[in-house]
């Protein structure tokens, strides 16, 4: 979340070093044609440039599993063993409540085209989420009230129902209540099952929860520049955290770490071992950082206000200079806008969704004015990418400290702890000693 100015940074310097080859050789063009040899090169590149650059244009994907990243490889074991072994023999510390309540992602809008049924994991639970044909969302439990069968695993949506795939019985999607069993002369007024209040917005089709089953007390905003299509959408990427929710946006005020995990360039890689390499010294990072919750009526938002600089062999280069305003709205959604004085604008949405009590699925979805080369926005999600992956490295292998050692410089933290367990109650669901999870 906080990587964005490096990127930015590269890129700045990537497009001032461009624009200063193209200017030079733009006058030479004519001229360079009219060689035969040159005629012919272009003819034989254009069919493979065509094919690269509907590559570059297409949206990036990057989606990592839950042992690809963040844990250095053991000798003799696989990832997956290795992520397993420090899961097992990690101490996890004094957690606080696994599940806060709020609105979380389940998946993006164009993965439930109209008549389709998705089974996602969230909370703890099993989810069905279908369109119907008219376009309307709806999420519901994924197991049937009657002998257990999976309703996205082979179900059909009918009309504004979900059809169970083992005897066929109908979930109307907005209540849940059982319309038709087959079968059966009379469908109980009991048979139903759990719809989840939902919405659908900014791309993404998200889920509210409450240990108490209380109603949505606050809403997602909606922005306006990607319902008009002024930002367009260029990719996202996927990442598993073995870590509690809580300690991803503790991140935003943990000033400190952006001058040490985050000061080396992209080009340093993840594996925290050796991004603090010597070759890239020459680089330093400038980073002016405040974190503050917002008051009331939005007293479930907060603000990062991140103003980065560089300097280069001791020099400042004012041109390359990023304002960055990250707001957190609840507990598991981050709208991350920047803005660029010749590379545009856009904004990062990241949403951190509880799969199970410690582990999380973390996107970031990238939309960027529609009039930027898509290269832009995608070079931006990928060095996002690059910096999100170190701190995954710090969460995966990390004990939650209740009670930190901290100096004043780290009065932020406390500050934003306070500020979060707004998003806990009495009843919120604790870790127990058997909730371990799947190994992988």
Known sequence: MLSV???????????????????????????????????????????????????????????????????????????????????????????PPVYPNGWYRVLDSNMVPPGTVNNCTALGEQLAVFRTQEGKVNVVDAYCPHLGANLAVGGQVVGDCIECPFHGWQFRGHDGKCTRIPYAEKVPDFAKIKSWTSCELNGTVYVWYHCDGIEPTWTIPEQEEITKKEWVYHGRT??????????????????????????????????????????????????????????????????????????????????????????????????????????????????????????????HSIYYQKNIPSIVPKFILRAECTQFERDVMIWNNKKYISKPLLVKEDAGIQKHRRWYSQFYSENSPQMTFQEEGLDW
């Open 238 to 363: 996927e990442h598993y955290v073995n870590a509690h929710i809580e300690e991803i946006p503790e991140n935003a005020a943990d000033i400190a770490h952006l001058d040490f995990l985050h000061q080396p360039g992209i080009v340093s890689g993840v594996d925290l071992r050796y991004t603090k390499s010597k070759t890239w010294d020459f680089v330093k990072h400038i980073w002016k950082v405040q974190w503050r919750p917002e008051p009331a009526p939005n007293k479930h938002c907060s603000e990062l206000l991140l103003e980065h600089s560089i300097r280069i062999f001791g020099k400042h280069f004012s041109l390359i200079d990023v304002n960055v305003v990250a707001r957190q709205v609840g507990p598991g959604i981050v709208f991350l806008f920047f803005k660029h004085a010749f590379l545009g604008s856009g904004v990062i949405v990241q949403c951190v969704t509880p799969m199970e009590p410690l582990l999380q699925q973390v996107s």
């Open 5 to 95: 100015p490096h990127s930015l940074l590269s890129l700045s310097v990537l497009c001032l070093v461009g624009a200063t080859l193209v200017a030079s050789s733009w006058f030479l063009l004519p001229r360079l044609l009219q060689s035969p040899t040159a005629q012919i090169l272009l003819l034989l590149l254009s069919v493979p440039g065509l094919w690269m650059w509907r590559v570059l244009a297409r949206p990036l994907e990057l989606l990592r599993s839950p042992e690809d990243v963040g844990y250095i490889p053991e000798r003799g074991r696989t990832r997956a063993q290795t992520a397993n072994q420090v899961r097992r023999r990690r101490r996890k510390g004094e957690l």
